[in-house]
């Protein structure tokens, strides 16, 4: 079953059930599963794996804690909380992480970089990170940047983008629509 509550400005998607495919989010949502799921979540905002819950999926979101089992790699973009009795199978990838006692993890750890802004932590992000974040071809956001129309740098002849700059990009072209 999946239940939907509306609370001020906050939306909140519980599933507590068995189920299959892709779950993805262009806007934050608090997302927590209680259940079974297998496949893909590509969330925003807050994702939390309670503590009865096995999930066979491969994970990207913003913020995410797990407390059941996961079978699959997951990239947390500004932070992952592991808590007991958290079983991890799978390579994690994340700025913060943070692993509580009787948590146990099996695979690799990347910490990647990420500078304090005014909004939080601002992640750096590859061509391909922003491409799928904007669910669009690589080759469109190197002409945007050659173009200089999203904001991005180059070092040594890859381009980078700031989280945070993007997100505000999205914003403005959303309210020039």
Not at 69 to 84: P, R, W
């Amino acid at each position: 079953m999946v239940k939907k509550r509306e609370e001020t400005e906050e939306k909140i998607l519980d599933v507590d059930a068995s189920m299959q495919g892709t779950i993805a989010f262009k806007d934050p949502v608090n997302l927590r599963i209680n259940g079974s799921f297998e496949g893909k979540l590509d969330t925003r905002g807050n994702l939390t794996i309670g503590e009865n819950a096995k999930v066979k999926a491969g994970i990207h979101g913003d913020r995410i804690v797990i407390a059941g089992k996961v079978t699959g790699d997951v990239q947390a973009v500004l932070s992952l909380s592991i808590v007991a009795p958290a079983v991890v199978r799978g390579n994690i990838t994340t700025p913060r992480l943070v692993v509580g006692e009787g948590a146990v993890i099996e695979g690799q750890i990347t910490m990647f970089g990420g500078r304090q802004s005014g909004e939080g932590l601002d992640v750096e992000m590859t061509l391909k990170d922003v491409a799928q974040y904007l669910e669009v071809e690589a080759k469109v956001v190197e002409e945007w940047a050659h173009q200089k129309k999203i904001p991005s740098r180059s070092e040594n002849g890859d381009w980078i983008f700031s989280r945070a700059a993007i997100d505000r990009w999205i914003q403005e072209e959303n309210a020039r629509a």
